[in-house]
Structure formats: C-alpha cells, structure tokens
C-alpha cells in the first residue's frame, strides 16, 4: 500500500504444490474451458480516512494484468460520504374531534430518508414512541379533552439521525365534547 498515492498492489504467483518452484505452464489459473474453472474474483474493504465531508466522493478502479500481456482496467467504483443528519418537521391537525393527522417530512441531500421515529406525550406526560415507518403520514385516534405534543427525528439510509431534545415541534388540543371517544392509532 502506498499511502501516499493510496495505491494499493498485490501480486499472485503460482508455485507447484509438488516442488515449491514455478510451474511448467504459465498462469496462475486454469483454462477457462468449463465455467466457472479459469475464473477468478479478489475483493478488499479499505476504511477511509476520519473526518471526511459531507459529499467527498470516493473512487477506485483495478487494473488486472495476466503475465506480460496489456492491463485490463476495470470500471471506476464511487461511493459518496453522507456525513451529514436529515432535518425533518412535523405539523399536527385534529380531524372529526378526535382524529390526529401527523405530516411530516424532511431534507437529506446524501442518502435519503429511510425512517421517520416519531414521540408523542399525552397532557405533558412521558414522551412515548409512536409507531413510525417512512410514509410521510400517520392519523392516531385521540381522547376528547386531552392535549397532545409531538416531535420527530429523520433517520437516513446510511444511518445518520437526526438529534433534537424531547420538546413538542407539533401540538394539538382536543375538544372536551365529542361523538368519538376510543383511543388508539392507525398508520396511513
């Protein structure tokens, strides 16, 4: 490996299992006569360095060479650096008295949204999970009377998530007076 370049070489040699020396014939694999003999694969993982932005791109391409003959390049591999969390938001509104319907969204210009965790606290209570999923809306079915405050966190595909503290980004308040008076949720 030359770190500066970044280069990385290696190089297989056949060796007769019988004498320890090269072989009598040349190659390091069989004829490919009968699938898949005379094929062959290499693979390696490189960690890349620490602190990369947001967005560096990352390339590598082989160049296989058989015994003396021309390299053959391989296609240019590229992997981009998603460094950055996804910014969500979300809005509450009441429908018929007691039906909450949760929007939300958010921006991620690397991998994309893949996960919305939403909370929810009931008449300033304990913040709880609410079931989440990647739709972008979610009607839960609340109690007349009660106040209800909401906040979500964006996760995006490579894993990064969105960090807030635990305050309502969404609230609504209940009618005291309603024909719907059974609680629980439902996922659009």
Known sequence: LD??????????????????????YFGFLPPNVDY???????????????????????????????DS???????????????DNPRGHISAKIYEDTLIVLEYGSTDAGSGVDYYHLYMSEDNGAWVPVPGGNA????????????????MEAQDKTGNREKKNAVGEAMVSLPKETNNTQPGSMML
């Open 136 to 151: 972008d809306s979610v009607l839960l079915l609340g109690e007349a009377g009660k106040t209800y405050r909401f906040y």
């Open 3 to 24: 770190t500066a370049t970044g280069i990385l070489h290696w190089q297989f040699t056949s060796i007769d299992p019988q004498t320890g020396d090269l072989p009598d």
């Open 36 to 66: 898949p003999s005379g094929e062959g694969s290499v693979s390696y993982t490189v960690k890349p360095v620490k602190n990369l932005v947001d967005g560096t791109q990352l390339l590598s391409r082989a160049a296989i060479i058989f």
């Open 69 to 83: 003959n021309e390299p053959i390049a391989t296609n240019t591999w590229k992997n981009i650096i998603d460094a």
